[in-house]
């Protein structure tokens, strides 16, 4: 074998691509795109796929490949499943060797092939570093563009100072288009620019787990870059939950967050708090400056603004009576 082609290629969202990266990591061969111009060129590669995961057009493309690689190309298979369609018939048919993942698959397809190899699929646990006890940690979480390195080197440099073992704990949130691979470079990237603790990436999270790392560590950090504004949810959501939040404040931060007293300014902390008792009132005053931001006071808040706006307009005659409304198909 001289490399692996593959469909998806992201080890993060996949478990098949997880696999052709370790196995071309234990052979020393590249992990290509089948759709690599390259592809044609190799002289023995590993086509490792599950056909179910190929939507219409690769499936197309697929064929292509099959229809105009070199006669001299001996081609490899590793099927991970296998449905007795006529384009697996044709790759069984064509490949030198295949070889399946378990006994089942390999039973199935002595029909075709009498030849077939049965293998397996490790376990895939790979750059696992665990989790040490640590003294103080600090939990992160948002979206990973956002992540502001020069503040993580002062909290870095304020952790230092207290003289116990620290760490970070990081999850990132993903905007559209972007990759969980590509967002969790760009953050650890940016906190690596000033951290140097230990960080552990936990990946995406759901609010149950981002919940746990709240209120199981010490801090929660979140930075921005003109400081923290009243739209920034990730800090709503820590204060909420009693988390004692380490940020940067300006004039245009909400009025009511105070340094110390119910969160940490990074811009302004000389020593952070260790004490139990000190980060416990700190969380418990968050708690209840959070409330001031929650979903019923912000209903209540536009549905006041929008009654009376359309109270001014009626007076001023610029609507009429409201329609009825269509709601669960009754008036």
């Known amino acids: 074998m001289d490399c692996i082609l593959g469909y998806h290629l992201n080890p993060l ?8 990266v370790a196995l071309g990591r234990q052979l020393g061969i590249p992990v290509l795109s089948l759709f690599d111009p390259s592809a044609s060129s190799a002289r023995r590669p590993l086509l490792s796929i599950k056909l179910s ?20 190309q001996s ?3 590793f099927l991970h499943a296998y449905d007795d369609t006529l384009l697996e018939r044709r790759m ?4 030198d060797i295949v070889y399946v993942g378990n006994a089942e698959l390999a039973e199935r397809l002595r ?4 030849d077939v190899v049965e293998a397996w699929c490790p376990g895939a646990l790979f750059d696992a570093e665990p989790f040490e006890p640590a003294e103080l940690s600090v939990f992160t979480f948002g979206m990973a563009h ?8 002062k909290l870095d440099f304020l952790l230092r100072q207290t003289g116990k073992s620290y ?9 559209e288009g972007i990759s969980i691979e590509t967002a969790f470079d760009s953050a650890l990237k940016n906190i690596r620019e000033g951290f140097t603790g230990p960080v552990y990436f936990l990946g995406f999270l759901s609010d149950a787990a981002v919940l746990h790392y709240l209120r199981t560590t010490t801090y929660f950090a979140a930075f921005f870059p003109k400081g923290v504004r009243a739209n920034n949810t990730s800090v709503h959501s820590a204060m909420a939950a009693g988390a004692v939040v380490v940020t940067n404040l300006d004039d245009d931060s909400p009025k009511g967050y105070k340094h110390m007293e119910n969160l940490i300014d990074i811009e302004t902390c000389i020593a952070l708090p260790i004490a139990e008792p000190v980060l416990c009132e700190i969380g418990t005053h968050a708690k209840d400056e959070a409330s001031q931001f929650g979903w019923e006071i912000l209903a209540a808040r536009l549905l ?3 009654e009376a706006g359309l109270a001014k307009a009626r007076r001023l005659g610029q609507i009429g009576e409201p329609r009825p409304v269509l709601v669960a198909g009754k008036t």
């Open 13 to 20: 969202s996949c478990g098949i691509a997880k696999f052709n």
């Open 53 to 72: 995961e190929f939507t219409y057009h690769p499936a197309r493309e697929l064929e292509r490949y099959l229809d105009e690689r070199p006669a001299t």
């Open 75 to 77: 081609l490899r298979l």
């Open 92 to 95: 069984v048919a064509e490949a």
């Open 111 to 114: 029909q075709h092939r009498a």
């Open 146 to 153: 956002k992540v502001r390195g020069e503040y993580y080197r």
């Open 167 to 175: 760490c970070l704990f990081l999850s990132t949130a993903l905007h």
């Open 304 to 306: 006041d603004k929008d």
